[in-house]
């Protein structure tokens, strides 16, 4: 093997590798790497128990599921458990973020989805600072589905913050503008066909669960002051894969991981319909198949997909600039999917002893 350790043993309980005696790396003074002999990955189902064992101190290094809800319990625990706390910086634009079922195989919830002033009023309605000052401790800031760095080639401030201001009138003045101002006897908007309006938010919490979880019965609470009525179903991700491919959901959430520059550019999900998981995977077989099968997709749609041509094919950097700003621009202006709140803190949690653990 290449790599610093070797596999010993990688079962649903865990993985055990031992030091790779022949590993080609050293250290600025000429000491063969790894430093360390073993390494035993345990595999934990149970978000609590991983905490737990953290803050009991049997592990050396925890960081893929720990949270920022947890995070004063961490830091009230740390000592005793001998684990110091670090606090990493995400590069997630948004730590949940909601799409939608573009194919909708109701239709008069296919074509109130597909236009722009609900989902725009989806996303006015939502209180962005109260969810920061809630969930994130203030650590966070309202951010919708957008490129990264600040500051860099495809960044724009505007852009970034454009509809994520609390403005419940603009969002009842829109859902009214779309033919949704009656309502029924429990105050819950009535759709043209005369029934409840109800949106169900399909979930699978993995990384950062806790956190989604809090964020999804904010959104709800938001939403149903405007008068959607929201059902919040938290569920296995194996079957929401299953329905989510068979385009039988009305909306579900996910962070924005891969948002960071030149990543972006191999797989632009969150800004472009470029695989079945962004709930629009009928808009991506159009593409894939250079429009034999699938199903044409609007306008809006169609730029999206030559953008992110440009940005895969051109060797000319002010035309791949370009085209991403419009992409980003255009994604957000159509609010292609929802963003709420990026750029938290994540804990990592370390043993004391345990060094070359970078401190940021």
Do not use: C
């Not at 925890?62 to 684990?83: C, H, I, K, R, V």
């Amino acid at each position: 093997v290449i790599r610093a350790f070797m596999p010993v043993s990688s079962t649903t309980e865990g993985y055990h590798g031992v030091r790779n005696p022949y590993y080609w790396k050293v250290d600025t003074e000429g000491n063969q790497l790894p430093y360390i002999d073993e390494v035993n990955v345990d595999l934990i189902a149970d978000m609590e128990m991983y905490s737990m064992r953290a803050l009991a101190g049997q592990v050396d290094l925890a960081q893929w599921n720990t949270s920022l809800d947890n995070y004063p319990l961490y830091m009230e625990y740390a000592e005793e458990a001998g684990m110091r706390v670090l606090l990493y910086d995400t590069a997630w634009p948004s730590m949940t973020r909601f799409l939608f079922n573009m194919h909708h195989k109701d239709p008069i919830m296919k074509e109130l989805i597909q236009d722009t002033r609900f989902r725009k009023a989806m996303s006015l309605a939502l209180n962005r600072e109260e969810m920061n000052e809630m969930v994130f401790y203030g650590m966070a800031e309202p951010l919708q589905p957008v490129i990264l760095p600040r500051g860099g080639r495809f960044w724009k401030e505007d852009v970034a913050k454009r509809f994520t201001e609390y403005d419940p009138d603009e969002a009842n003045r829109l859902l009214d503008e779309l033919g949704l101002d009656k309502r029924g006897s429990d105050g819950f908007r009535l759709r043209p066909d005369g029934k409840t309006l109800m949106v169900e938010l399909m979930f699978w919490p993995g990384e950062g669960g806790p956190q989604k979880r809090s964020v999804s019965e904010l959104s709800k609470a938001a939403w149903e002051a405007v008068g959607i009525k929201i059902d919040v179903k938290e569920t296995e991700r194996s079957y929401l894969e299953v329905r989510r491919q068979a385009y039988d959901f009305d909306m579900t959430l996910w962070h924005t991981g891969f948002m960071s520059d030149p990543l972006v550019i191999l797989n632009p999900w969150h800004l472009v319909p470029s695989t079945w998981e962004s709930g629009a995977g009928l808009w991506t077989e159009w593409y894939n198949t250079d429009g034999a099968s699938g199903e044409v997709p609007p306008e809006y749609i169609q730029r999206l997909f030559d953008l992110w041509d440009i940005m895969k094919t051109s060797t000319d950097e002010a035309e791949v600039t370009a085209a991403g700003l419009e992409m980003v621009e255009t994604t957000v202006d159509r609010v292609y999917s929802i963003g709420t709140v990026g750029l938290a803190g994540w804990p990592i949690l370390v043993k004391e002893g345990l060094r070359n653990i970078p401190e940021e």
